[in-house]
Every structure is written in structure tokens, then in C-alpha cells.
């Protein structure tokens, strides 16, 4: 009954796009740095945003990419979209067939749809849909691909398979190819070590790169569409937008408690300050079904360590627009 009910607010969550608030909420405080951004009622946009330099530094579009390649020197860690939604999906998935012959994957039939793995709401590199496609270290010289074909669902009807063949200090070997085909040509995808990863989509029966996150030292975190995961729910998925941190350097800490005025420093009993990804997420506001609006906490807060060994303090004020649109988030930052 738990999880009827819980599905059902879900449903009630996607109708919420088409209400409008009334009016914003007051800013509860005058100190710090006040901004926001528009990510849009559909959480479209993808927004990075750099503290130090107090706006936003580049902008792209959560839909148009489908997997990304870590891109420093030791990089060989292969991420996914979870937060895609375009043609219905609902974020890209895996499925690792173990077979080795390209020609012999030609089908989905098979694949029962729990089997399908998304990459960890942590955004850790050890927690991958595609995990260890290697054997040996690029950091030893002996890395060897198992030469494994991926099953990669983009959406509802679309459908590719890939074999990561090779990996350098320099660029990835990659053989991507529609399900039907019994061959496909190597793609050589280069890294770029200023960014964290680089981005690729599907499109025209080959990979093509994207433009989508700026330098790995310019921005602090990113607001983005994203697929979280309810583990007590049998792996239920949840697509929201989320607030993601910079996995260059970048750590932060949450602190449900103190409150934003009363923290005066980084460091304090009971701080701790972690790399996932997902530590600020999409729960410093919450859905009120009553009123059919979105409510933000101002008390979550959470303390962030930059890539520049900066600490500042964050939390959210808003999630609307002054015209009452919802996709609009206001926050509030102090370098501490």
C-alpha cells in the first residue's frame, strides 16, 4: 500500500507542471549573495554555476546528450543520462549482454526490463551502469577491454548496442551500432582534460559530440534534470531536477540544523563533508499536495568546498518565478 501511494504522488507531481504559485515567498534573509535561474517548468535547461564569480557560466540542454567519458589522464569510467526524457524515456539505461561476438546482439526481447542498470543517484565513478568493461589499469599499462556489447535503451523504442574497445591517457576506442547491425566501425573519442567528461549523442547511426559542461575548475555546482533512484521501491526511478556538484575537487556537507544565519565557519561538530554528487539533490524543497505547489526548506543548508579551496554556505528561498512559474530556483550564498 506504501508504494501505491507513493507512485500515486508521483502522479501528482507531474500534473504540478501545469500550476501556477500565487505569489513567491518572502527572502528570509538580506546577507550573503541572492541569484537565481531558469531552468525551465520542464527542468530543460542545464545550468552550471560558479560561486566565486557569482553567476552562471555556461548553460545546455538536459536532452541532448546520452553518455559521457571521464576525461583526465587515468579517466575510464563511462556515464550515463539518466535524466533524458526526450521520445518518453525516462533516462538512458544498460544491459550488459557478457557476449563478445558484435553480430550476435541483435535483440531486446530476451531482457526483462528490471535487468537494465542505471548509473548510482551518487555519481560516484565506481558506481556505473557500464562498471568495469576492463580488466588490467590504464595507470599500470595493462588495461584490456573484455570486449562485452552494451545494450543502451536511449528511450521507449530506441534501441543501440556499444563495445568499448580501448582506452588511453588520450582517448577512448568505441564501436557503437543500431541493434540490428552485425558490424560496426571504431570511433576514436578524444578526451579533453579541462573538462571532467566529455559528451556524446546518438544521432544519424554514429556518436556525435556535444558541447555541455564548461571547464572542470570554472564552476561549483549544476542544475540539472536527474534521475534519482528509490531503492526501498524495488529500484523505483525519479526524474526531477536536481542540484549536482562539481566531481572536480569539490566537496560539501549538509547540515539540516544549525541554521543559515548561525553557521559562522566550515568547520564545526558533526560536519562532514563528502564527494556524491547528489548531496545538495532535489530535497531542499518538497511537494505540498494540498496546495499543489512546491515548498523549499530554508533550513536545509549545506557547505561547499570548491575546486579553488573555497568554503561557502548555500541554501534554497524559492523554486518560482515572480510570475508564481515553478522551475525558477532562488538561493542564497555566503563565503565563509
Not at 23 to 32: D, E, I, P, R, V
Request: charged letters at 20%; one cysteine or more; glycine letters at 6%.
Amino acid at each position: 500500500m506504501k508504494g501505491y501511494t507513493f507512485i500515486f504522488t508521483l502522479m501528482l507531481l507531474s500534473l504540478s507542471s501545469c500550476l501556477k504559485k500565487d505569489k513567491t515567498l518572502s527572502l528570509l534573509s538580506s546577507a550573503g549573495t541572492l541569484d537565481s535561474v531558469v531552468i525551465g517548468e520542464q527542468y530543460q535547461e542545464v545550468i552550471y554555476y560558479d560561486f566565486e564569480m557569482k553567476r552562471v557560466v555556461a548553460t545546455a540542454k538536459v536532452d541532448d546528450w546520452d553518455l559521457s567519458f571521464e576525461s583526465n589522464d587515468s579517466g575510464t569510467h563511462v556515464f550515463i543520462n539518466g535524466g533524458k526524457t526526450l521520445n518518453g524515456g525516462n533516462g538512458v539505461w544498460v544491459y550488459n549482454t557478457h557476449q563478445t561476438q558484435f553480430s550476435a546482439v541483435k535483440a531486446t526481447s530476451s531482457i526483462n526490463e528490471a535487468n537494465y542498470l542505471f548509473d548510482s543517484p551518487s555519481g560516484l565513478p565506481d558506481s556505473t551502469a557500464f562498471g568495469s568493461w576492463y580488466t588490467g589499469s590504464l595507470q599500470n599499462g595493462n588495461l584490456q577491454s573484455k570486449n562485452e556489447v552494451y545494450i543502451i535503451k536511449l528511450d521507449p523504442t530506441t534501441f543501440i548496442k556499444c563495445r568499448i574497445k580501448n582506452c588511453t591517457v588520450n582517448e577512448y576506442q568505441v564501436e557503437c551500432a543500431p541493434l540490428t547491425a552485425d558490424t560496426a566501425s571504431a570511433i576514436t573519442l578524444t578526451k579533453e582534460k579541462d573538462k571532467n567528461c566529455v559528451y556524446f549523442n546518438w544521432s544519424n547511426n554514429t556518436l556525435r559530440k556535444v558541447a555541455m559542461e564548461p571547464n572542470k575548475n570554472a564552476w561549483d555546482i549544476v542544475f540539472t534534470r536527474f534521475r534519482h533512484i528509490y531503492y526501498d521501491l524495488n529500484n523505483f526511478p525519479y526524474i526531477v531536477n536536481a542540484v549536482l556538484i562539481n566531481p572536480y575537487q569539490t566537496t560539501v556537507a549538509a547540515d539540516s540544523t544549525t541554521g543559515y544565519q548561525q553557521i559562522k565557519s566550515y568547520n564545526y561538530p558533526g560536519v562532514q563533508f563528502v564527494p556524491n554528487r547528489n548531496i545538495i539533490g532535489f530535497d531542499w524543497k518538497s511537494y505540498d499536495i494540498q496546495s499543489g505547489l512546491y515548498k523549499v526548506n530554508p533550513n536545509k543548508c549545506y557547505l561547499v568546498k570548491t575546486n579553488s579551496g573555497y568554503y561557502y554556505k548555500l541554501h534554497f528561498l524559492d523554486f518560482y518565478s515572480k510570475n508564481g512559474i515553478k522551475g525558477t530556483p532562488t538561493f542564497e550564498f555566503t563565503r565563509l
